[in-house]
């Protein structure tokens, strides 16, 4: 069985950074899809950012400009720098993959907090 472990979440001041790492427990799979998901107390869960096993990466408007989505496909890890944060950044961050022969795959999640 495939897990995803996350790392990098924390408390940093309005207008700082953080970087998330997400890493499969096993390389030898091949993952198409990545992405950061993010949920918020009292609200859904909603995609902040993906990106194809190619490179291509699309993002939730909200943070456009503000965050990079990236991976390393040798490694079977997708990154999340996100830079500006904001006090409504603040939520628990969940990596996901689609692994092949395995299926999506979430993370444990992680949480971010940004203070005002």
């Known amino acids: 069985q495939v897990q995803l472990v996350e790392s990098g979440g924390g408390l940093v001041q309005a207008g700082g950074s953080l970087r998330l790492s997400c890493a499969a427990s096993?390389?030898?799979?091949?993952?198409?899809?990545m992405a950061w998901y993010r949920q918020a107390p009292g609200k859904q869960r909603e995609l902040v950012a993906g990106?194809?096993?190619?490179?291509?990466?699309n993002y939730v408007e909200s943070v456009k400009g503000r965050f990079i989505i990236s991976r390393d496909n040798a490694k079977n890890t997708v990154y999340l720098q996100m830079n500006s944060l904001k006090p409504e950044d603040t939520a628990v961050y969940y990596c996901?993959?689609?692994?092949?022969?395995?299926?999506?795959?979430w993370g444990q999640g992680t949480q971010v907090t940004v203070s005002s």
């Open positions: 096993a390389i030898t799979f091949i993952i198409n899809d």
């Open positions: 990106i194809s096993r190619g490179g291509s990466a």
């Open positions: 996901y993959a689609d692994i092949v022969f395995v299926g999506r795959t």
